[in-house]
């Protein structure tokens, strides 16, 4: 088994392939804003997980690249969580008003 | 290596004003004890001024048609994002002063809505001042944050909160594609710098992963700027959000995105890097721009909302500027950009003073959103018809008004292009005028050929009065006098 030790850049850009792919289905699949949110967390590491992984990628060849990446992945993470505690704070309003938090009970506009 | 010269921060000037009077105002809320709110306005409105003013301090401080790269690279400072740094703290001023009037009506006193519209408006500038994907991210983010927390601004309001959620849920998803696409953008070229990144491109093979990063940029603009098929959460946002906030989305936030991919797209990866064919994020928009411009207008003509209608009526128009940023990212050394530079001009002074109508119209009884609602104003209102009818006229790009020219430059730089490749999508466009010229009639006809249903009692508000005469006459004036603000453009 020697994909468990030869781990290589596209095993990780598979990995947040992956996971992207399963933030994006349950944004789309899922009702409750609670794990709709996750699922879009998951987006949000997925494209981190790249990013980190090229930028290892680049380390040693090409250090200013490396370095660009991780400073892009910091400020990934800064911002996810600032947008996760709007995100919790308009569902509470949601929730507070409708005493549910399900999106598709949420229909008074519409077409 | 990171070299911070002192220079640098002579280019910061408008979004070290909006953020420094943003913060102040956030703060400012802690000690606006009881009734005396009005200078939170008064101080946003300020904050707004200083910082046109800064903006066109630098402005004249650049040379035309140079591009100076500050903080190594991260902000570029050109005439283009001053003058659109300008736009957006000028629609901010005039937005502060409908929310005023707005939140004393209709009682939701938030004072961190200010402070927020300004750091909102200080993402924009920085936006339309990147020169690197990190930055675009931050300022898209600050921008968007901002925005979600304004559409939830009314707390008890179940249509404010179910449109800030839907706003919030389909506005975090763009920033999960935004960023996937940003990281594989980066793995393509090695570099998050848009000038780095368009060299490399230059002199590389475009590999799948530009591809596939293009397409995930595609769709979270295609998201932020309302696009069809992204543009779902667009009429409910726009329906459940206090209506100064409507504006402010409208006006402001779209420009704003437009910005972004003028820096991404049109200057990044177009030109001679990207044309049609060899990875075509041009032929991708030209189809989204003619969808987008079909389907919201036929959308927007069953709407009896105005509100409703009116964001319909934006999406349709963010396809017109898409039919721009395609015309500009195949021909950069056509008109392309300088018309849609004048298009968000024309649209945001239409926009700000329509949504102005929409908040002067109402009262806390009625709040009037519906067409029928308006039966009868030039009756009994006379010049708010007037000022209505004007912004309609402009939406529908009819003569004497801005948008006619902003229509006109647009198309006819995308019919200059490339040996008239994008004459189909001319067509459409100009098909798609004469279709929205029907609902933007509808509003003028009931406005002037239907009896009242009761007794107006608009806002007495002096500041709205101010909102809807200034819009008006800009409108005008850039429809008798289009070419004097070519030159303020910057490209």
């Known amino acids: 088994m020697s994909i468990f030790y030869d781990l290589t850049l596209s095993h990780f850009l598979v990995l947040a392939a992956t996971l992207f792919a399963i933030g994006i289905t349950g944004v789309l699949l899922r009702r409750n804003a609670i794990i709709v949110m996750m699922s879009i967390e998951l987006m949000l590491n997925a494209a981190n997980i790249t990013v980190l992984a090229f930028s290892r990628g680049f380390a040693g060849q090409d250090n200013n690249a490396a370095y660009q990446g991780q400073a892009f992945a910091l400020i990934v993470i800064a911002i996810a969580a600032a947008e996760a505690a709007v995100g919790l704070a308009i569902v509470v309003t949601v929730f507070r008003t409708r005493r549910h938090s399900d999106i598709d009970r949420l229909t008074m506009l519409k077409d | ?491």
């Open chain 2, 1 to 491: 290596m990171i070299t911070i010269v002192p220079n640098d921060f002579l280019y910061l000037g408008p979004l070290a004003v909006l953020t420094i009077v943003g913060l102040l105002l956030i703060l400012a809320e802690a000690f606006a004890i009881g009734k005396r709110r009005r200078f939170l306005m008064q101080l946003t409105v300020a904050g707004s001024v200083m910082a046109i003013f800064a903006a066109i301090y630098t402005w004249r401080s650049i040379e035309p048609g140079t591009q100076i790269s500050a903080f190594s690279g991260m902000l570029i400072a050109d005439r283009m994002s001053m003058f659109l740094c300008a736009l957006f703290a000028g629609s901010t001023g005039l937005i502060a002063m409908l929310g005023a009037a707005h939140q004393r009506e209709y009682d939701w006193q938030v004072g961190e809505f200010y402070g927020l519209m300004l750091l909102a408006a200080a993402g924009m500038c920085m936006i339309a001042m990147a020169g690197d994907l990190i930055t675009i991210f931050i300022g898209i983010e600050t921008m968007s944050l901002a925005v979600y927390v304004m559409t939830a601004a009314r707390r008890r309001s179940r249509r404010g909160s179910e449109g800030a959620m839907k706003y919030f849920l389909m506005g975090a998803f763009a920033s999960g594609f935004l960023v996937y696409g940003m990281a594989l953008l980066y793995g393509a070229t090695g570099s998050t710098n848009l000038q780095t990144i368009r060299s490399v491109l230059a002199t590389s093979q475009s590999s799948s992963l530009t591809v596939a990063a293009i397409f995930m940029l595609i769709v979270a603009f295609g998201f932020k700027i309302a696009a069809i098929p992204f543009h779902m959460w667009a009429p409910d946002a726009y329906e459940g959000a206090p209506t100064p906030v409507t504006a402010f989305m409208a006006a402001a936030v779209k420009s704003a995105a437009i910005a972004g991919m003028i820096r991404i797209f049109v200057q990044a990866l177009g030109g001679a890097i990207v044309p049609f064919g060899q990875v075509g994020w041009s032929s991708i928009f030209a189809i989204i721009a003619a969808i987008t411009m079909t389907v919201g207008n036929i959308a927007a003509l069953r709407q009896d909302n105005i509100k409703r209608m009116l964001a319909y009526s934006s999406v349709a128009h963010a396809g017109v500027l898409l039919v721009g940023l395609v015309a500009a990212g195949i021909a950069p050394e056509g008109e392309g950009l300088a018309s849609v530079l004048f298009y968000l001009l024309a649209y945001s002074v239409a926009t700000v003073g329509a949504f102005g109508v929409v908040v002067w119209i109402g009262n806390r009884d009625r709040e009037r959103v519906l067409l029928s609602d308006w039966y009868g104003l030039a009756a009994a209102k006379p010049a708010a018809a007037m000022v209505m009818t004007l912004f309609m006229l402009s939406f529908a790009g009819i003569p004497p008004t801005g948008g006619f020219f902003a229509k006109f430059f647009l198309f006819k730089s995308a019919l200059m292009a490339q040996d008239q490749a994008l004459l189909w999508l001319v067509i459409v466009g100009v098909l798609n005028s004469m279709i929205s010229i029907f609902y933007y009639l509808k509003v003028v006809m009931a406005m002037y050929f239907r009896d009242a249903t009761g007794e107006f009692k608009p806002l007495n508000s002096g500041a709205v009065t101010f909102v809807l005469v200034l819009c008006g006459i800009l409108v005008l004036q850039m429809g008798m006098m289009p070419t004097s603000w070519l030159g303020y453009l910057g490209v």
